[in-house]
């Protein structure tokens, strides 16, 4: 059974059609009911033999992560989890709105933080699971208007290492992926006609792939750029 958050569309989408494809079974969230019923349709519609189940979350809310959570656990054990849902909010900390740190937070990185405590008891006990966590070349190093969005993700890095380390002896992998500019809604506009950035198969692909080698081996980490460099 895979977990994935805010999988409404972009990556978080990308990643549940690739584990559809797989055979998966899929449960799904976002804030937005109509995004995320399209969504399942399109899934359907590719693989009409798909098991795939939506629940409606504003992961930056701690109650509605909680609510998530109790949900997933009902339908089973998950055994993937991929910690997707987030936002992009251009900035600078000298000077962007206030309150746009602790929101950025709660939905980029506490709702990764939150979720995998809640369901890591159930993979625990099945001894076995893959978390990822989807960071950004933005936690890894700093850049012109990344603002609260950096440290977010540099928050959500961080995390995963100590996850990684924690969970080594319990069987459950942890692998933080890092994108670089992919075409999503953060990048709404941008003509990409001479493939100048990612698309968003790009990292599903590499997701799954990540879960398909031994049980003795981890895909720590999935550093992921435009051939040309970032933007």
Request: proline fraction near 3%; hydrophobic fraction near 40%.
């Given at each position: ?6 999988a409404s ?181 941008f003509d990409?006609?001479?493939k100048r ?35």
């Open positions: 059974m895979v977990v994935i958050t805010g569309k972009g990556i978080g989408k990308a990643v549940a059609v690739a584990f559809a494809a797989a055979g998966k079974k899929i449960l799904i969230c976002s804030r937005s009911e109509a995004n995320l019923l399209d969504t399942v349709t399109d899934i359907r519609n590719g693989y009409p033999n798909a098991e795939v189940m939506s629940f409606v979350a504003d992961m930056s809310q701690r109650q509605q992560v909680g609510d998530f959570g109790n949900w997933c656990l009902q339908q089973g054990t998950p055994t993937v989890l991929v910690n997707n849902a987030g936002i992009y909010i251009p900035g600078s900390l000298s000077n962007e709105e206030e309150g746009n740190m602790e929101y950025t937070m709660n939905l980029n990185f506490f709702s990764a933080y939150h979720l995998t405590r809640q369901l890591l008891p159930a993979m625990k006990s099945a001894g076995k699971g893959h978390i990822f966590n989807i960071c950004s070349i933005a936690s890894l190093h700093a850049y012109e208007g990344g603002g609260s969005y950096s440290v977010s993700k540099y928050a959500l890095n961080g995390f995963s290492k100590n996850l990684r380390h924690e969970l080594k002896s319990t069987g459950i992998k942890v692998t933080a992926v890092f994108p670089g500019a992919v075409l999503t809604d953060s990048w709404a506009g990409n006609s001479e950035i990612l698309e968003t198969t790009d990292i599903s692909s590499m997701i799954v792939a990540a879960t398909q080698v031994s049980a003795q081996a981890v895909v720590e980490e999935i550093v992921i750029r435009p051939q040309l460099g970032d933007l």
